[in-house]
């Protein structure tokens, strides 16, 4: 669990933020730097939310972890968004502020509830946090997540940096109530994990309301709904008159040649690049403030829209008859930055390029392929899997990474949850006469994998279900799940057992094994892929880097014995690299022993049996991250 250390102090509120100007206020106890996901969390804090709940994902994960060691506040991870969602919702019903965080492809997730809870509305405030990953630096899909708003009908604030991060978050809780709706809060990376200056304010504590029974309300069969429908638009009319008048609108700069309508990190490029423009900063972005734009248009010769993926604001502008150039300078696809904003203003013939002027971007990085870690133990049933020849469909968590070379041993991979379904329907398929296995993290089981087991068990699907237990979310750094028995607090409570939740969906052949065990883990592998209707097999090694590094002795090549036959690379273990002596002709290698694990995978795949533990007088055993 990381816990925060943002103080709890009082003062008064934020001030409307820009870019740096050198005038910032002095980082002090109540003045603080936080990232844009601390000041949320730090924003719900202010706006006396009681339950915060959420589902850990790239971008949006520290939002909740920022806050898990408040006493005040119920602060929880669920098995997945829409639960989380549901969570927040009935918190909110039951009378009390409640916020649900997800990053974006999470919101696909807890869709079905977003959708009617626009229907429903709220009973205290009810806040959601979405965090965009343009540019998908950690996600399966680049999608943006500002048309949900629309389709729903919920509200959209947008901030750019920190303090409004905060800032919006106490004001959505506020809009959240007045207009008895959820709010959504869209983020994206840079703003979620660019750190800036927040001021700290006061908590403010709300009475508990309670729950008030109204069917007609709450109870969404057709016949409510119906009648929630229209007070869903005329909520939106009253909202789109709310947003002519956001206090998060800032108008600024010079001139009447061009204008800049804008939102979120891109506010702060176009800043970089066009210091002097004349800029509409948005941060209410559904519903917009057409007449506020409309009028900003009048005063400007071109009007711009700059914007990170779809052209949502642009196509709005264009709707409402305002003319707007966008996304034929600025693309569609991928993060902007000061660099591609600058060229496209370039391009629309407003900037003028002068070579030397601004600083080159960075140089690229080096490529790197990304490894599973030395000692991982979702190593060797991949290994094992490429020796049975299987069709894997495979699923989202660090054992993605066995789609890469040297494992290569992952033919699909799609959406958390996606890998049993897809192979129910792959073995439908005849699985072209290979075994079908689907291969699914402990967290991704539980966030998404059971109801995909229930069909294999209802269709008696020949299929292997390898759950890859490790005891954690590993990929997005370590989080508790209903398997681990922990909370996000760290406290003990009570685990799902996954032999018996398979055993009670009506598996009949489940093999729990250890993966260290390379003879054992295929052998169990295939002895499931041989079994008639769906078998599986738990493998129990616990992640190698949670919750503290589980290092035993490192081991090491006896070089006169290595025959370089290189069977052990085929592990795709960082630790083990080339040497610099040969055998007829070809490389051997050695171990670091610095990274070692110990894990003894590569002793095992080494035919002359050249790999042995480092004696333990040369090398103490090394127990890391205590
Ligand atoms: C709908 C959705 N929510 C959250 C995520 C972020 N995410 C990616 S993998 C993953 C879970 C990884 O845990 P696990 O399945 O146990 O595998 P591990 O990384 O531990 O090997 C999460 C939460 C996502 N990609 N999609």
């Known amino acids: 669990m990381k816990t925060s250390s943002i103080p709890d102090t009082s003062t008064t509120t934020v001030s409307e933020p820009v870019v740096a100007t050198g005038n910032e206020p002095a980082v002090t106890e109540s003045v603080v730097l936080l990232s844009g996901n601390e000041a949320i969390a730090r924003g719900a804090v202010e706006a006396g939310v009681l339950v915060a709940v959420g589902y850990p994902g790239t971008p949006s994960t520290e939002i909740l972890e920022s806050i898990a060691d408040r006493n005040d506040i119920d602060v929880r991870w669920s098995p997945n968004e829409k639960v989380a969602l549901d969570v927040a919702l009935g918190a909110s019903l039951g009378g009390v502020r409640a916020l649900a965080t997800m990053k974006h492809v999470g919101l696909n997730v807890a869709a079905d509830t977003f959708m009617t809870a626009a229907y429903t509305g709220v009973g205290a405030g009810l806040v959601i946090v979405s965090a965009d990953d343009p540019g998908m630096h950690s996600s399966q899909n680049e999608q943006d997540n500002r048309a949900y708003a629309r389709m729903a009908g919920v509200p959209m604030l947008e901030p750019s940096n920190s303090a409004e991060a905060k800032q919006c978050t106490v004001l959505a809780f506020e809009i959240s109530e007045e207009f008895d709706t959820p709010v959504l809060i869209r983020t994206t990376t840079r703003v979620s994990h660019n750190r800036g200056i927040v001021e700290l304010g006061t908590r403010a504590e709300h009475p508990v309301k309670g729950f008030a029974p109204d069917p007609a309300k709450y109870v969404m069969v057709p016949g409510y709904a119906r009648g929630r429908r229209p007070v869903l638009l005329d909520r939106l009319r009253r909202l789109a008159d709310r947003s002519e008048v956001s206090p998060l609108t800032v108008e600024s700069g010079v001139g009447s040649e061009f204008g800049v309508v804008t939102s979120g990190i891109a506010y702060h490029y176009v800043r970089e690049v066009l210091p002097e423009a004349r800029i509409l900063k948005l941060g209410m972005t559904y519903p917009l403030p057409i007449e506020r734009i409309r009028a900003f248009s009048e005063s400007v010769g071109r009007l711009f829209v700059v914007e990170e993926l779809d052209p949502i604001m642009e196509n709005d502008i264009k709707a409402a008859g305002i003319a707007a150039e966008g996304k034929s300078f600025f693309p569609q696809i991928g993060e902007l930055s000061p660099d591609v904003v600058r060229r496209g203003f370039v391009a629309a013939g407003v900037l003028i390029d002068q070579p030397g002027t601004h600083p080159d971007p960075a140089p690229p990085t080096v490529a790197r392929p990304p ?75 539980m966030h998404g994998g059971i109801q995909g087991l229930a069909d294999a068990v209802y269709s008696q699907a020949n299929i292997t279900v390898i759950i890859l237990d490790n005891g954690t979310t590993a990929m997005t750094g370590g989080q508790e799940h209903p398997g681990t028995g922990v909370t996000l607090q760290g406290a003990t409570t009570t685990a799902v057992d996954l032999v018996g939740l398979c055993t009670a969906l009506g598996v009949t052949h489940i093999k729990v094994v250890d993966p260290y065990d390379l003879a054992a883990t295929y052998n169990a592998i295939e002895a499931a892929t041989a079994h008639v209707g769906p078998a599986v097999v738990i493998t129990n090694r616990p992640c190698v880097e949670a919750p503290m590094k589980v290092r035993d002795r490192p081991y090491a090549v006896i070089s006169d014995a290595c025959t370089a036959c290189q069977a052990c690379m085929a592990a795709g273990c960082p630790s083990i690299i080339w040497s610099d002596e040969t055998y007829e002709g070809r490389r051997k290698v050695i171990i670091d022993s610095a990274t070692c694990t110990g894990c003894t995978l590569c002793a095992q795949l080494c035919p002359p049996l050249a790999i042995v533990p480092v004696p333990l007088i040369a090398s103490p055993v090394e127990v890391a991250g205590v």
Do not use: E, N
């Open 371 to 445: 490894l599973m870690c030395p000692g991982c133990p979702h190593t060797p049933p991949f290994l094992a899997l490429k020796r049975l020849g299987a069709v894997v469909t495979g699923d989202i968590g660090c054992y993605t990474l066995a789609a890469l070379s040297p494992l290569a041993a992952m033919d699909t991979c799609l959406a958390m949850g996606s890998s049993i379904g897809m192979a129910v329907g792959m073995a439908a398929s005849g699985g072209a006469g290979k075994p079908v296995v689907a291969t699914i993290g402990d967290s991704t089981f």
